[in-house]
């Protein structure tokens, strides 16, 4: 599907926390070893993420305080950070799941436009 090019941003800022998603891999792993750094190479080999994934996922880890950071090296997050942002995903879902996706045609229950006419 053709989009804006100009107005286009594909990081909506939102990061993809399923099981087996990147970013729920790498967590999960750095989870199992709080008091420890690892490299992306590291990272890479424990998990079986692509390498050219792993950067690009630690960062937008980064971004929303998930991880930390000290070259070269990446831990889990602070506790408190990690829990706020599991709240705040599972808050977002339970609205999800009553009030229904922001697809406006979900909202309106999928129905056939009217003819007045």
Same mark, same amino acid.
């Not at 390498?51 to 090296?73: A, D, I, Q």
């Given at each position: ?14 990061? @993809? ?7 729920h891999?790498?967590l999960?792993?750095?989870?199992? %070893?709080? @008091? *420890?750094?690892?490299?992306? /190479?590291?990272?890479? *080999? ?17 971004? %929303?305080?998930?991880v930390? %950071? /000290? ?9 408190? *950070? ?15 799941e009553?009030?229904?996706?922001? @697809? ?11 003819? @007045?006419?």
């Amino acid at each position: 599907m053709p989009v804006q090019f100009d107005t286009y941003d594909e990081n909506t800022g939102a990061i @993809d926390l399923t099981e087996g998603s990147n970013a729920h891999t790498v967590l999960s792993f750095l989870a199992e %070893h709080p @008091d *420890q750094g690892f490299t992306p /190479k590291e990272i890479h *080999q424990e998990t079986n993420i692509p390498y050219g994934s792993v950067g690009p996922t630690l960062n937008r880890l980064e971004e %929303h305080g998930l991880v930390r %950071h /000290k070259e070269p090296y990446w831990a889990i997050g602070d506790p408190d *950070q990690l829990s706020s942002y599991a709240a705040m995903e599972s808050t977002i879902t339970a609205i999800e799941e009553r009030l229904g996706s922001e @697809d406006p045609d979900d909202w309106l229950g999928n129905a056939e436009p009217v003819n @007045d006419t």
